[in-house]
T-cell receptor, first 108, second 114 residues
């Protein structure tokens, strides 16, 4: 069993829909990251969380430390949000553990 | 803007060939990383370097070596390419090994070994 599990693996939605991507982990962590990988391959960091909730534009990330679970939400989704969204955790030994990613396609 | 560039976006090599993947960053970062990314798996760290001529093995170093002769350049070497090394290779650089959100990634090199 992977230490970081993302669901769903693939998600296709219509423009405007509210999107939720989930990340569950089984190790103690010092931080959790959400990243976005564009079709061209480049990866950019979206959020770093150690507790609570963060918001940036239409993106919202939440984390529940007790349940070892985080969610990434996209409001009013747009085709340009189509990308792979990756969850990564830094464990208590500062080792990075990466999720396999969620491929999101937003149709116009 | 931080820029991390990789020498090729797509590369096709034959089994047994020696393959060089080059990565260059322009932010004077001490730390540079090589990952591979395969479908259904998270990124896996191959090697990282925290200074010129310094290197550390990551999670999957077997079949790879690296070179860091200059601060801005970090090369990944496949001494004898094999088909199971067909993958997307991503380079990253950062000023801190502990802070993922300050890692800047290159565009990736999709390597096919036939």
């Amino acid at each position: 069993k992977n230490e970081v599990e993302q669901s769903p693996q693939n998600l296709t939605a219509q423009e405007g829909e509210f999107i939720t991507i989930n990340c569950s982990y089984s190790v103690g962590i010092s931080a959790l990251h959400w990243l976005q990988q564009h079709p061209g391959g480049g990866i950019v960091s979206l959020f770093m969380l150690s507790s609570g909730k963060k918001k940036h534009g239409r993106l919202i990330a939440t984390i529940n430390i007790q349940e070892k679970h985080s969610s990434l939400h996209i409001t009013a989704s747009h085709p340009r949000d189509s990308a792979v969204y990756i969850c990564a955790v830094m464990d208590s030994n500062y080792q990075l553990i990466w999720g396999a990613g969620t491929k999101l396609i937003i149709k116009p | 803007d931080v820029k991390v560039t990789q020498s090729s976006r797509y590369l096709v090599k034959r089994t047994g060939e020696k393959v060089f993947l080059e990565c260059v960053q322009d932010m004077d970062h001490e730390n540079m990383f090589w990952y591979r990314q395969d479908p259904g798996l998270g990124l896996r760290l191959i090697y990282f370097s925290y200074d010129v001529k310094m290197k550390e093995k990551g999670d999957i170093p077997e079949g790879y070596s690296v070179s860091r002769e200059k601060k801005e350049r970090f090369s990944l070497i496949l001494e004898s390419a094999s088909t199971n090394q067909t993958s997307m290779y991503l380079c990253a650089s950062s000023s801190s090994v502990l802070v993922l959100h300050e890692q800047y990634f290159g565009p990736g090199t999709r390597l096919t070994v036939t």
